[in-house]
């Protein structure tokens, strides 16, 4: 059974690793999607700290994948009708066009990985705290 990931990935954290390893259970082969520059920026509303190509590297490195993947700026969704994934494995507070999937994949199941220490294992709050200019 194929599994899908996918997912912005800037700042990998224990929360990120446990979301692949409950991906990876979930069937044979996982293949993790790493979002654009663009469309990570327009949906974050921010600049990432990695490009898409060093974020994609870093999810290559823990070796948890079978295949990673870039996630493309023009049509999201195409990678989907690509690998027609039998398995979607959303994070726990991830958001994502589930109506949208569900259109185009009909028989793709759609679960959430569970959630993993959030209160310290979130990348808006790692990205606050390393980042917080305020005390400088």
Do not use: C, W
Not at 5 to 12: E, Q, R, W, Y
Not at 25 to 54: C, M, P, Y
């Amino acid at each position: 059974m194929k599994v899908l990931t996918f997912g912005n990935f800037d700042f990998i954290h224990p929360g990120h690793i446990h979301y692949l390893n409950f991906a990876k259970k979930q069937g044979s082969k996982l293949f993790t999607v790493v979002a654009s520059d663009e469309i990570s920026e327009k949906i974050k509303q921010r600049k990432n700290v990695f490009n898409q190509n060093q974020r994609i590297q870093q999810i290559k490195r823990l070796k948890i994948s079978d295949e990673v993947l870039k996630g493309s700026n023009k049509n999201p969704f195409q990678i989907l009708i690509q690998i027609k994934p039998d398995i979607i494995v959303l994070g726990y507070d991830q958001k994502a066009p589930i109506k949208n999937i569900k259109d185009l994949l009909p028989n793709s199941k759609i679960i959430r990985a569970p959630e993993f220490k959030s209160y310290a294992f979130k990348s808006s709050l790692i990205k606050k705290n390393v980042f917080n200019t305020s005390s400088l």
